[in-house]
């Protein structure tokens, strides 16, 4: 098990047999409350000119709940919810997808991301219920 925590993330699966517990997660958001907006024009923030391609990325801190159940069983163990920061930044551009139908792209675009908290973070709540430290 402890192998698998270490490897959070990683596309390489555990031996079955060595899987005691299994984490099903949700992503949210914390609150309606935005962190940060950004303005892009044509993919880059904040380079307006007459004919761009407005972006609005907003940003809005996440949150995780991680339910934690135990794989012979299926008893559940107990859950676990982090929060991403309450920060973010503007990245300095965006890719913009456009329509691939052959009709005219909107004029604007309003996309809606949520914060993270870290692997690391994430990798320590888990590793408490392995060490049989349930959060609840």
Known sequence: MNVALRELGSTRRPAPEDVELVACATVDRMS???????E???????????RSAVAS???YQGKILA????VRTTRYIGSVTLKGPDTAKCDS?????????????????????LTEP???ALTRALGDFVAGRPHE
């Open 118 to 120: 870290s692997r690391k």
């Open 67 to 70: 339910r934690v159940y135990e």
């Open 32 to 38: 309606d409350q935005e962190v940060r907006s950004c």
């Open 40 to 50: 892009y024009y044509d993919g880059r923030l904040g380079s307006y000119h007459e």
């Open 93 to 113: 551009s965006i890719r913009i997808t456009m329509p691939s139908d052959g009709a005219e792209a909107d004029e604007s675009y309003d996309r809606h991301i």
């Open 57 to 59: 990325v907003t940003y």
